[in-house]
């Protein structure tokens, strides 16, 4: 279902800029009405200052003027080696965006043994910070 958002967020992944970490992220993010926004992780010797891929793709679609999301494909991998048999989830910055800017039902897909693993963001961030509280 969610292979060729996968394919775009491993295709993301090559631009990544991971000079420090070696651990290079991409992500794609489709949009309600088809569009697909795509990002990688941007390091910064000041690690405070790097932009994950989850959150480059949705800053992307927000400054687009989209504000309506169905689901999130994040591939992770160690310098150049596929790292496709453990997922790559979210770190909790990108959750709590994920979870402003998404919503507790967008689809979080992950990629493991090869495969699309589909999980709702509430299942990752069952307790998320919202207006609400």
Do not use: H, W
């Not at 967020?9 to 926004?37: I, P």
């Not at 891929?53 to 992770?76: L, N």
């Not at 039902?105 to 990752?124: R, Y």
């Amino acid at each position: 279902m969610y292979k060729n958002l996968l394919e775009t967020a491993k295709k993301a992944r090559e631009n990544a800029y991971c000079k420090y970490s070696g651990f290079a992220v991409g992500a794609a993010l489709l949009c309600s009405d088809g569009t697909v926004f795509s990002g990688c992780n941007i390091e910064n010797i000041s690690y405070s200052l790097t932009n994950c891929a989850e959150r480059t793709a949705f800053f992307k679609a927000v400054s687009e003027g989209k504000k309506d999301f169905t689901a999130i494909a994040v591939v992770g991998a160690v310098k150049s080696e596929d790292c496709s048999e453990e997922p790559c989830y979210p770190c909790g910055a990108c959750l709590q965006v994920m979870s402003e800017l998404g919503g507790p039902g967008l689809d979080v897909v992950l990629l493991q043994n090869g495969e699309a693993v589909v999980m709702k963001l509430s299942e990752l961030m069952p307790r998320a910070f919202c207006s609400e509280f």
